[in-house]
């Protein structure tokens, strides 16, 4: 039985979610699945990917194919870079531990890296509804204090 990592279509009309199964090469698309290990919003900025990093690279060990996009996230979320590092395990580059080691620093930084992109969108979006309204979203601002009025002329 061939069996692919793949996108499953959610969401409605112009608004995809996707989660990203395991299934049967010959099941449709948005048909059965064997597992779900994650799921993928492409609408955000950035892109929302939450994914079971040690269930993907046990499936990717057995044989799972991956499909393009999915390839692609996996290559961002570390699951090929993991899968990498255990091949020089196998043929004596690398001990376990310091594959491990180079794995955990690899997914900090990357975890580092999307913080901050996700940190600055914010600030981006703060700006905007700043421009926008007046105001910052969220974060109402004292009016200025009224000065009184005096009929003295």
Known sequence: MAVKIRL??????KAPFYHIVIADARAPRDGRFIERIGIY?????????????????????????????????????????????????????????????????????????ISQKVEARKKELAEIHKKISGEAKGVAEAPPAAEPVTNEE
Do not use: C, F
Not at 8 to 13: I, P, S, V
Not at 61 to 78: H, L, N, V, W
């Open 8 to 13: 499953q279509r959610k969401g409605r009309k």
């Open 41 to 113: 919003n492409p609408i955000t900025k950035p892109a929302t990917v939450e994914l079971d990093r040690d269930k993907a690279y046990e499936w990717l060990m057995k044989g799972a194919q991956p499909t393009d996009t999915i390839r692609a996230i996996m290559r961002y979320k570390g699951v090929l870079y993991r899968k990498h590092l255990n091949r020089g395990v196998q043929k004596g580059a690398l001990t376990q531990e310091k594959a491990d080691q180079m794995y955990q620093d690899w997914i900090a930084a990357k975890e580092g890296s």
